[in-house]
């Protein structure tokens, strides 16, 4: 009976609070002609309707249908309830009882309503750079505690004047509940500053940094999650200048253009492509360049490329900054992102000409995030803003479990009500600043969500060397070692959501520590997730000389795999040229002295990018495979050379052989490298299906930093297209170590511990 009087009570989970949901619910109830509530609760949001059945349905069914594009609902659950006789709909005051498990939103860029208002002079958020609403603004960058309030966040001391005040207050308004909401009357404001002399506000101070941009002063910026340092990405000599100061010698800078079309003529864009660049995540997106911008991204084809997501970014180049701008984290090499004022002004003293600062604190520190829409489907190469910290995959567990990660790339993995939530990028734990932030964010992040350290199941990496490791042997009674490469895997399945199929396991990475003690990196295993996962082949074992130096300089990490070949012509002649450390490293590896033994497919890469010209030591993790796959990309597709897999060995010797005896004849060192990339791509599809008869198995499973590889995962796609098999990879969290702390957590969350 469509007349009928009926209720409901609705409870909707998800990240639905921060972001809209309850003045949606609001209008939709209204506008369905219903009474009842709506309110925040630790677990989401609590809705009570009654109303007449007809309009009842039409509002279930547009409340997932036409929810606000920056929630994610994840369950609906709706239980028939007794009409209470309400007449309206009202939203009522937050419940707080235990603890809150609602999931905390990204933080999201500028809408476009908001963007309207911004360059409309009649409006009283004209030209105001904190301009927000319950649709975009900070989240996560300012949160200091749950419930997301305004008393919670770092807009706390800035009182609302009676214009934005009755805004908050209004239901109908998109500004109803918009923590961080302000103008300029009554909010923070950005500054210019210049050595001691702070001049200017809001556009006036903004105006004067797009002037300075122009002229090639390097200027840095307050963004959403930290500083930026910007200069003229079309100015060698800025560009040159940023990299002497920072210490940067050649890994790439990222950008950020003014709109789409700036980015078009800058680099080849798929669809694919462009709806990533525009995604609510607004990451940096690798793509093709067209052209070569000098000092930017030296060696690859590649640029980053990013749109501006704040209302100061769009003001910049409104004011007239150059179109394309260097917007890379303000730090000295590879040292975590400033984000407090007062570390800003000492640390980047000397690096930048002038500041551009905005009053509103940063809770926390949160890098751009870095993806490409891959051969494979979305890649993510670097999680963080937009991204961070939402939940990635739920996992069967009702325990609480903290993942400390791995030491390069470090994120961390929280599990609270059988969610995973992984952290932002938080860096190489090896530098002591990128430490402390580690030990923050745990303490962070567990502080948010209300967990008892000493409660909580902690998982880490198997190496008894890892800062993360020791850190976390000193955390809680119940611990967990979860071998590198597995966790690798587990990534894939954890984000699959798969505790049981069996698969194949491929992790091809660069370091890390093995069940015997030696360093893996090229691990074929068979199993499951609840299962585990047994190694059952690897790269042929290879001596590597000279510790983390080795790791560091390919000429190194060449000497015990180029040992293993048969005859060798004078490598420290023409062609080859390599530096006399070389006949050091190899007196090591004769010696069997500073050496251990390695399966790193990471360290073959460097072996062959050592062979083909890359002499020197790397100046970033990853530089030689990174300068490979750009070498490989300048020739056709060429045949394969060999990387049969013998017994449970991938044999590397044919191939190396070949490297070395292609490039005496002088043939085209591009050539050579593609020629290895395809030989990797088919090597490693044959020994899958290989193994996979062997094994029974039809799901192929690919991970470790050596598949950030667009090429090779190109040839493997081509390859394994139509072989009946399953092939999955990362989407949500990186290939890279970053993806480490959610393959422990799953692992974690199966054993028989919990
Ligand atoms: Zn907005
Ligand atoms: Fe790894």
Redesign the pocket.
Known sequence: MPDEICAHAIRVRGVVQGVGFRPFVFRLARANALAGWVLNEEGGVEIHVEGKQAAMEGFLRDLKASAPPAAVITTIEVIPADPLGMHEFTIRASECRGRPAARISPDLPVCSECLSELFDPSNERYLYPYVNCTACGPRYSILLSLPYDRGNTTMQSWAMDTRCSAQYHDPGDRRFHAQPVACADCGPHYRLRAGTETTGIDSVAITRAAQLLTEGKIVAVKGLGGFHLACNATDPTAVNALRERKFRKEKPFALMVRDLDVARGLAKFSRDDESLLVSLARPIVLVPGRKQLDGVAPETDELGIMLPYTPLHYLLFASGAPAALVMTSANRSSEPIAYRDDDAFERLDGIADAFLVGERPIARRVDDSVARAGAVGTMILRRARGYAPGAVAGLRTGRPILAAG?D?KNTITLVVDGEAIVSQHIGDLDHYEAFRAFEETIRDLLKMYDLDPTKVMVAHDSHPQYASTGFACGLGERRISVQ??RA?IASVLAEQGEWDRPVLGV?F????YGDDGTIW?GECFAGSLRGGFERVAHLRSAALAGGDAGARDPVLASAGFLSQVGTLPNLCSAPFNFPPRYLRAVQLVEKGVRTFQTTSVGRLFDTVAALLGFTRPMSYEGQAAVWLEHLARQSRQVEALPLPLAGCELDFRGMLESVVQDRVRGREPAAIARAFHRGLAEGLACAAADLCSRFRLNTVVLS??VFQNELLLEDLRDLMDGSGFEVWTNHAVPP??GG?SLGQAAIASVSHHT
């Not at 990475?509 to 890390?512: E, L, W």
């Open positions: 791995a390069l590198h490469h690798h992790a990475d660069g370091t890390g990196g470790g930093g890279n170590d480490i």
